[in-house]
């Protein structure tokens, strides 16, 4: 393979992961399929790059001493890292790429000598050694708040919670006023446009999340990063990256020098993108390099090469100290705790915190999830949001059922099945046992919570006004959701007969469809908290008679 072909062949696997990752996260959601049998599955591996992740898949043994299914995988990534080094970096990550290319783009800050002393070898690009020390400790004590940087989790959160809604409504904005046009040509396109988007990258709904503007701010924020240090995210924060660094000390690839045809032109710095010193008269970083092959194809006298079993001076390792690696544990011991202290145990638990179906108890499911947002994308109501402070600082960004956005669909289970490390365990329709039918000898279903009256507001109890629209919307059978009838006097005077609605907490499941169905537009009249959680059996209102 020539040599100027490197970078070109690089380009090309970056383009197709990149278009991949984004295809995986389109089809992370419910899409009408023509002459569809009612299904509600998914028909994609939408876990893939999170199965192909090392850093969950290591972080998700410390946490619960096992692997949860496919992330044995991400051997198929780890492996060739000790003998290619950092080629996943360079070639693979679709947040490796967005950094790549927004870091080619012209900025002031880089030009010339500047760009060139940007591409060194700094200190700092250590911090990211000492953030993957700190995440894995902390997950051998149980928290997996090493999530919150892994590269997959950032960009689904972000991608799929902001930048995509986001695109949506931007797209829908621009398209309806010509669906509506009076000139037949103009209507004609962009009722075609909109069909063509609806079928192919656009969701069937709007959707909207908590914290979106968040966390597409913060998406946003560290990509400009990169306008003034090349791949600033990958070099001095991204554990995975991190993480790979490490492994690929032992790599037998590596870069040749050739000193007697270098002549100090400093051309092969203008376009690193790892900061790992391929400049001549300086020892290579092995660990910070990511096989973008970018100087070999900058050399104009061709002194640069891969090659294989080289035996040259280099920097194998990681340049960390003992005082860095201690740290690193130090921050990772001090974390859980600290994260851990502000966090209502038993009855202080925050009472609206309604976790997906199928979820493990709240410990175990910290330890679990990695707050990659792929439940809240899948959801078809867009009722699963990130959470603030419901869930604590550990919490942060973890998914909460918000009924009155969004209610549980009886017979949906797509959470359970797009959670790539287990914190919502993968369940069946027929095991929720929400749906008539479907449940068949089930007797005690998945419960979220229990569904609550503030009598003070509801039409029948307060106003003396009919409604019954959550005894209507109540999916379980027999109902939840009960009235009786009761004779009222209204302002006027008058008695009537009216019918009052009331909870069955033996029946109900905790969906939320009575909470987002109240007609009462600020605060509903019913609503939904975790008490009886079929996940906490010390959250429960009812004896268990036997």
Request: with cysteine.
């Amino acid at each position: 393979m020539s040599r100027s072909r490197l970078p070109l062949w690089r380009r090309i696997s970056q383009i197709f992961f990149l278009v991949l990752f984004l295809a995986l996260l389109v089809f992370t959601s419910l899409r009408p399929t023509p002459g569809g049998t009612g299904d509600i599955h998914l028909r994609a591996p939408v876990r893939l790059f999170f199965e192909l992740d090392p850093l969950v898949a290591i972080a998700n043994a410390l946490t619960s001493h096992a692997l949860y299914r496919g992330l044995l995988w991400s051997l198929v990534i780890l492996l060739p890292t000790v003998f290619l080094g950092r080629f996943f970096c360079g070639w693979i990550c679709p947040m490796g790429t967005l950094q790549h290319f927004v870091g080619n783009m012209p900025s002031e800050s880089k030009r010339g000598k500047q760009r060139i002393e940007s591409n060194r070898y700094k200190r700092w690009q250590t911090a990211k050694y000492v953030v993957l020390i700190a995440g894995l400790v902390a997950a051998f004590f149980g928290s997996m708040a090493i999530g919150w940087l892994d590269p997959f989790s950032l960009l689904v959160r972000s991608v799929g919670l902001a930048i995509v809604p986001a695109f949506n409504f931007a797209v829908r904005a621009v398209l309806t006023p010509l669906e509506h046009s009076h000139i037949a040509f103009i209507k004609a396109t962009g009722t075609t446009l909109h069909n063509v988007l609806q079928a192919t990258v656009l969701d069937f709904r709007q959707t909207h999340f908590a914290q979106g503007l968040v966390l597409g701010v913060l998406f946003l924020l560290i990509l400009a990063a990169s306008l003034r240090v090349t791949r600033l995210w990958c070099r001095s924060i991204c554990p995975l990256g991190a993480l790979l660094g490490a492994a690929s000390r032992f790599s037998i690839l590596g870069l040749h020098k050739d000193s007697e045809k270098c002549n100090r032109c400093n051309r092969c710095e203008l376009n690193c993108q790892g900061g790992d010193d391929p400049i001549g008269g300086a020892p290579w970083r092995k660990s910070e390099c990511l096989m973008c092959m970018n100087c070999v194809d900058s050399c104009p006298e061709h002194s640069l090469s891969f090659r294989f079993f080289r035996n040259e001076k280099e920097v194998a390792s990681p340049d960390l100290n003992r005082r860095k690696t201690l740290t690193g544990i130090a921050a990772g011991v001090a974390a859980v705790p600290l994260m851990r202290a502000n966090v209502g145990l038993g009855k202080g638990r925050h009472e609206r915190l309604l976790r997906p179906p199928g979820s493990l108890d709240e410990s175990e499911f910290l330890s679990r999830c990695i707050r990659c947002g792929e439940c809240m994308k899948v959801c078809p109501n867009n009722s699963l949001h990130p959470t603030l402070d419901q869930a604590g600082l550990e919490g942060l960004w973890t998914p909460t059922l918000v009924p009155r956005i969004g209610y549980c669909e009886p017979s949906c289970v797509l959470c359970s099945e797009v959670c790539p490390t287990g914190a919502i365990w993968q369940i069946t329709p027929k095991e929720k046992g929400w749906v008539v039918g479907v449940g068949g000898q089930q007797t005690q279903p998945v419960r979220l919570g229990t569904a609550f009256y503030d009598r003070g507001r509801c039409l029948p109890w307060a106003e003396a006004t009919e409604c019954i629209v959550c005894e209507e919307w109540c999916p379980v059978s027999p109902k939840a959701i009960y009235v009786e009838e009761a004779d009222v006097i209204d302002s006027a005077g008058n008695t009537k007969r009216l019918k009052q609605p009331r909870v069955d907490p033996s029946r109900c499941v905790g969906c939320g469809a009575c909470e987002y169905a109240c007609p009462l537009q600020e605060r509903p009249a019913v609503y939904v908290t975790s008490i009886g959680e079929s996940r906490s059996p010390s959250s429960q209102i009812l004896l268990n008679r036997t």
